[in-house]
């Protein structure tokens, strides 16, 4: 299914309020049935890297300077090794104009849909932004600061839970300036293909719309790093032209307060879009991209995160996996639960409350309703791994038990 709006209201694609809001409305006033557990935000609770506070001591005075917008040289050319590093790019990365630092990768998401539209200059009021539905919410707000139309790509099953690029009209990729797609996906854990990359590429260099990957859980995966957008683009032969991709040391390193990122790829639009960041972004603040560097040169601690999330996946589906089937997703930190034999999400999300005391997030609220009323998550839970292990496998028990139970 795919939604465009027929006739153009700023902000009518905007959700109301974040999940989290919605999910407090839900749930206000009813009692949880017994000691509450948290599955609902994905805020990471493992240990941050142990250099952290020696590398901030180091470098507190460079709290009193302002950052370069386009961030350190160090900075530029960890993240150049590291990419080139894990996607195998062959110094193909420019660290002088090919990254920049960001104050998390939500800031570059949330201004990529100008900086697209102002570059790519297509002469449109309300030039197409296409975001897979479910999706980050950022995604929704990008396209309305850039007063753009949204055009929502429902992302199932039958198309392992992206957007279909087969059936796009070209009428739309040519007004479109913006295609956000996450690889691994949220909320669902799925991973884009080098051919699925490359066919994006192909339709973003014909259409000339820019691809703004978010790959911020590229390094929490189970056994195979997963492909990303850079890489496919040096496949294929190519430069990184309409390509931006998008990562942080959120999930890689638990270091979600820190609010250090970065974006890399095309250097023509990154060169012109650092000079809009001078003007409406705030820079980075240097301790923080010093602990960047240290964290971008460092793998062990990426290597344990990642064991102590498939940890909790091996519990998921020991004790869920006999009544759901398969719940292991191939990448990323959450649970994407099909609970349609039990009700809609909302209803199932209220009843494990009120009935196991676990908090969870109905699909619905990641997504947003299509003009005939469907919602591609209204049948899903997403349950996030991110508490230890013996409070995790408490939680899916609890889960398990009440499933089974209404079964």
């Known amino acids: ?108 998401l949330s201004f990529g849909a100008i900086a697209a539209r102002d570059q790519l200059d297509k002469g449109l009021d309300h030039p197409a932004v296409i975001l897979p539905n479910p999706f980050y919410q950022t995604y929704a707000a990008a396209a309305h600061v850039a007063d753009g139309e949204t055009v929502l790509l429902d992302a199932v099953s039958e198309h392992q839970f992206l957007p279909d690029l087969d059936g796009l009209e070209p009428a739309l990729l040519d007004r479109t300036v913006a295609f956000y797609v996450a690889s691994p996906t949220n909320p669902e854990g799925s991973v884009a293909t080098l051919e699925y990359w490359q066919k994006l590429i192909g339709l973003a260099r014909k ?69 809009f960041r001078g003007l409406a972004a705030p820079q980075v603040p240097l301790p923080a991209q010093a602990v960047a560097v240290r964290a971008y040169r460092d793998e062990a601690h990426v290597e344990e995160n990642r064991r102590l999330y498939n940890e909790k996946y091996e519990a998921a589906e020991r004790l869920l996996g006999p009544i759901l089937g398969p719940v292991t997703t191939e990448a990323g930190f959450f649970l994407w639960l099909n609970v349609g034999k039990w009700g809609d999400g909302v209803s199932v999300t209220q009843a494990l409350w009120r009935d196991t005391g676990v908090k969870v997030l109905p699909g619905s609220y990641l997504a947003s309703d299509q003009s005939d009323g469907s919602n591609p998550g209204r049948s899903y839970i997403r349950a996030g791994l991110v508490a230890p292990l013996a409070q995790t496998e408490i939680a899916l028990e609890r889960v398990a038990n009440w499933l089974g139970d209404k079964a």
């Open 1 to 108: 299914m795919t939604a465009s709006q027929t006739t153009y209201k700023r902000g009518a694609a905007l959700p109301g309020s974040n999940p989290f809001q919605r999910l407090a409305d839900l749930l206000d006033g009813q009692t949880p049935g017994l000691e509450p557990i948290m599955m609902t935000i994905g805020e990471p609770q493992h240990p941050i890297p142990d250099f952290t506070a020696e590398v901030l001591a180091e470098n507190m005075a460079d709290f009193r300077r302002y950052p370069p917008i386009n961030g350190t040289p160090e900075f530029r050319s960890t993240i150049a090794d590291w990419l080139d590093k894990r996607y195998g790019l062959n110094g193909a990365i420019d660290p002088d104009f090919g990254v920049l630092p960001l104050n998390g990768s939500r800031e570059g």
């Open 207 to 275: 259409h000339r719309f820019m691809i703004f990957a978010d790959e911020c859980y590229s390094e929490i995966y189970r056994t195979t790093p997963p492909p990303g957008v850079l890489e496919a683009a040096r496949r294929m032969g190519t430069d990184f032209s309409n390509i931006v991709v998008l990562n942080s040391l959120s999930k890689r390193s638990n270091l979600a307060g820190l609010r250090c990122g970065f974006a890399a790829g095309d250097p023509v639009f990154l060169k012109k879009w650092a000079k």
